[in-house]
């Protein structure tokens, strides 16, 4: 089973600031997913990235997948206090299952 | 198009009780997953459902068990409960193979073991 890690566990940041969290594995992925989790919510997915080098952007959001396809990053820029929440990446089976990290929590204080 | 629809959102129960979680999947998904998420940590796979049949499960003992119904609904039945089974359970449709598309979850039932 694939263990993936995610840094920072904890992320503290004014509004306005920019910020980068990352999802590694010692594995290479198959597909990544990029999750937010609000408090009493379940995750929502953000993003699904399949190819090395890969960027995508969605808003203020940009994802990167690592060449070798064994790491990823999330960058938010002029962060706001809606981007607070626990960000969580997954690896993705070919089966259709998926293997979660621990997450970043993020607080945006206005 | 509906989402995923979960039931209790809510539940207290004493150990070594049963419990049954109940989950709706989104309209068009046939695959439904349940995951448990402990306070701080990330979802753990628990099992996957495809047309009534278990297809994968995690690491977690057999007092955790599952069913599908032909309509892609889906339960979830936890025997001889224990304090470590508190946790956010939470389930998610899919499309078999889908993934690319990833996981569409409900909100999750919040399970307290006292």
């Known amino acids: 089973t694939q263990l993936l890690e995610q840094s920072p566990q904890f992320l503290s940041i004014q509004e306005g600031e920019n910020l980068t969290v990352y999802c590694n594995s010692s594995?290479?992925?198959?597909?990544l997913q990029w999750y937010r989790q609000e408090p009493g919510e379940g995750p929502v997915l953000l993003v699904t990235?399949?190819?090395?080098?890969e960027v995508k952007k969605l808003k203020r959001l940009t994802f990167q997948f690592g060449d070798a396809r064994k790491d990823s990053s999330l960058h938010i820029t002029a962060a706001q206090p809606g981007d607070t929440g626990l960000y969580l990446c997954?690896?993705?089976?070919?089966?259709?299952?998926?293997?979660f990290g621990d997450g970043t929590t993020l607080t945006v204080k206005p | 198009e509906t989402g995923v629809t979960q039931s209790p959102t809510h539940l207290i129960k004493t150990r070594g009780q049963q419990v049954t979680l109940r989950c709706s999947s989104q309209?068009?998904?046939?695959?439904v997953s349940w995951y448990q998420q402990a306070l701080g940590q990330g979802p753990q796979f628990i099992f996957q459902?495809?047309?009534?049949?278990?297809?994968g499960r995690g690491n977690f003992p057999p007092r955790f068990s599952g069913l599908q119904f032909p309509n892609y609904s889906s339960e979830l039945n936890v025997n001889a409960l224990e304090l470590d089974d508190s946790a956010l359970y939470l389930c998610?449709?899919?499309?078999?193979?889908?993934?690319?598309?990833?996981?569409?979850f409900g909100s999750g039932t919040r399970l307290t073991v006292v």
């Open positions: 998610a449709s899919s499309l078999k193979n889908s993934a690319y598309y990833g996981y569409t």
């Open positions: 594995s290479v992925f198959s597909s």
């Open positions: 990235v399949v190819t090395g080098g």
């Open positions: 997954a690896e993705n089976t070919n089966a259709g299952k998926s293997t």
């Open positions: 309209s068009g998904h046939n695959t």
């Open positions: 459902y495809y047309r009534e049949e278990e297809n």
